[in-house]
């Protein structure tokens, strides 16, 4: 053999064992046992961190480069997560405040995922969760310019919409068509659903009314960004004027936009399906009216969309009569025949929480005192009301009344201040939750908070907590907050930052037909997995994905595509973490 090729194949011989070597480093890094977020923190703000050990007494905070410490601290004492079944330690490093690159090594254990310490430190991730929504935009291409490489072309035009027999009306008989494109995908499926869009919508119109200033300046890179309408308006218009659609001439409102059944892993060009209108039912219908009341007095202002704000506020007052006059049209999946429809159900049998949520939305926006006497809100403010989720939206109805508290401060009607009194209770109470939890976040005061979609339910308990301190300043609710969002990027026990595409171990494989039927190694940025789901309803189809680390609560997560009840995407779980990162951002 010449010497030449001994050199060579010396030198692939350390190339490999090389490789070796450093993969073997990586996963002894420690920084699977380093639970931080990965995105980073702001200068004044808290800065904690998690460490899975019993023993370990010090850290150290160093710079990037691992080449000089800024900090050094002890470790809290220790301290089991009942979720987890972790004995954990607290790094507490606030007081670092110098702008810069970091990571957090821990003796022993070794050194966790780089993070920064900055202003405006979470303003790419919160602005790519509302750019994901344009993703998920039906009817239309995504072009290069807008999409980067994960341009597509357009599916589901919707131009020839069947009337499912379950919806038929007299002027609309089963197998007539309509027109109903646009509007978001509803998850990693290609449905759209009102009930959801409901809750969705309710989320970010709720945010632009608390944080007008700051989303008017958000350039979200979408077809409409050199028009005279701010880019998160003109994002929700996009699905607004789909749901604008979808009600019937009587008033009532179609449940959902679906096939019969669910496609397979295939583009949106590819899933070619029969689609169809389904019932119109109570819960959908509550939730429309709910949208456009507060839509309309959103748009009213402005002159570039002449009719808009007046059209909505009509087909408010419409849905909210047919709601009146059919209080139980129940959607009852099971029931629909000739095709049967098997996608999303979205079912719902109590109405009481929309009914809410809709007569607040109008009194606000109409003055009608009529409307706040139907919503009843006081006789069950201690009993009815908790963190909002597609079910459960009438706490939707306080936030949006406390955003206009100004103006009910003398009322005969509104009783302000017990509003006010129990979203600072429900926010203490989560404060309280985060300053005994292993964690040090709100996330888990109860076992239930991990169910199907639990990092929506992280998100929207930052967003009541933000709500308590845009009332009251106090910012022990605002750091509580912050620390949900901690978690969902990284401060939890997966040590998952749960946002595709941001910090060094995020969600990769999401559920998600779009991310998994392109070319493309990379997922759709900006979205937000469900999230640790112990009901593991999906674990026939992830044969052997499930092992002892997922058997407890905030461990039951699987970052693979199989896996639709821990990592699929949906627009109400993005909703929250939109509303919670962008607010945090406009506040620090």
Not at 16 to 45: C, H, M, T, W
Not at 135 to 143: E, N, V
Not at 250 to 270: I, Q, R
Not at 306 to 328: C, F, H, I, R
Request: glycine residues 6%.
């Amino acid at each position: 053999m010449k010497s030449s090729t001994i050199f060579l194949f010396s030198f692939l011989c350390f190339v490999l064992n090389f490789s070796a070597f450093a993969q073997v480093n990586k996963s002894d890094s420690g920084s699977d046992k380093i639970r931080i977020n990965q995105i980073g923190f702001y200068p004044e703000a808290s800065k904690k961190a998690i460490i899975v050990t019993s023993e370990a007494t010090d850290f150290s905070i160093l710079t990037a480069d691992q080449k000089t410490e800024v900090f050094s601290g002890k470790l809290s004492e220790p301290k089991e997560w009942p979720h987890s079944k972790e004995t954990v330690k607290q790094a507490d490093f606030s007081s670092v405040e110098n702008s810069g690159k970091y990571v957090l090594h821990v003796s022993g254990i070794g050194t966790s995922h780089p993070f920064e310490i900055a202003k405006n430190v979470h303003y790419e991730p919160a602005k790519a969760s509302m750019k994901a929504f344009y993703y998920q935009r039906a009817s239309t291409d995504l072009p290069e310019e807008y999409a980067g490489k994960w341009a597509r072309e357009a599916g589901h035009p919707d131009d020839k919409v069947k009337i499912h027999n379950s919806a038929a009306s007299q002027n609309r008989p089963a197998g007539s068509t309509i027109s109903s494109p646009g509007g978001w995908y509803d998850a990693g499926d290609y449905g759209k659903y009102i009930v959801n869009s409901g809750i969705t919508m309710g989320t970010l119109l709720s945010l632009y009314e608390d944080f007008p200033n700051y989303l008017d300046t958000l350039n979200l890179n979408i077809p409409e960004s050199q028009n005279n309408i701010p880019d998160f308006l003109d994002e929700t218009l996009y699905n607004l004027r789909w749901m604008m659609t979808m009600q019937d001439e009587d008033g009532g409102v179609y449940h959902k936009l679906t096939s019969a059944n669910f496609h397979g892993a295939v583009a949106p060009k590819d899933a070619t399906l029969q689609r169809w209108v389904v019932q119109k039912g109570t819960a959908a219908t509550l939730d429309f009216a709910a949208v456009t009341a507060q839509a309309s007095r959103i748009f009213q202002n402005y002159n570039e969309l002449p009719g808009l704000s007046d059209s909505l506020l009509v087909m408010s007052e419409k849905a909210y009569t047919w709601a009146k006059e059919n209080p139980q049209a129940i959607y009852r999946q099971e029931e629909l025949k000739n095709p049967k429809i098997s996608t999303g159900a979205y079912g719902d049998q109590n109405f009481k929480d929309e009914l809410q949520w809709a007569a607040t939305e109008l009194f606000i926006t109409t003055g009608n005192e009529n409307y706040y006497k139907d919503a009843n809100l006081e006789s069950s403010l201690e009993t009815d009301f908790g963190i909002p989720a597609w079910p459960n939206v009438n706490t939707l109805a306080l936030y949006s009344l406390v955003r206009h508290r100004d103006k009910y401060t003398n009322s005969e009607v509104v009783d302000i201040d017990a509003i006010i009194n129990q979203i600072t209770k429900m926010g203490d109470a989560l404060v309280s939750s985060s300053k005994t939890s292993a964690y040090a976040i709100p996330m888990g005061t109860r076992e239930s908070d991990f169910v199907w979609g639990s990092n929506s339910t992280a998100a929207n308990q930052g967003i009541l907590l933000l709500n308590a301190f845009q009332i009251t300043d106090d910012e022990k609710y605002l750091n509580a907050a912050n620390a949900n969002l901690d978690y969902l990027l990284g401060r939890n026990a997966t040590g998952y930052s749960f946002l595709t595409g941001f910090g060094e171990k995020a969600t990769r494989d999401p559920h998600h037909r779009p991310s998994e039927s392109d070319d493309i190694e990379d997922p759709v940025p900006g979205l937000l997995a469900a999230g640790p789901n112990p009901g593991q309803q999906d674990k026939e189809g992830c044969k052997n994905k499930y092992t002892d680390t997922h058997k407890y609560p905030a461990t039951s997560y699987i970052d693979d595509r199989c896996s639709y009840a821990s990592n699929e995407i949906a627009i109400n779980w993005n909703a929250p973490f939109v509303y919670l990162a962008n607010a945090i951002e406009a506040i620090r």
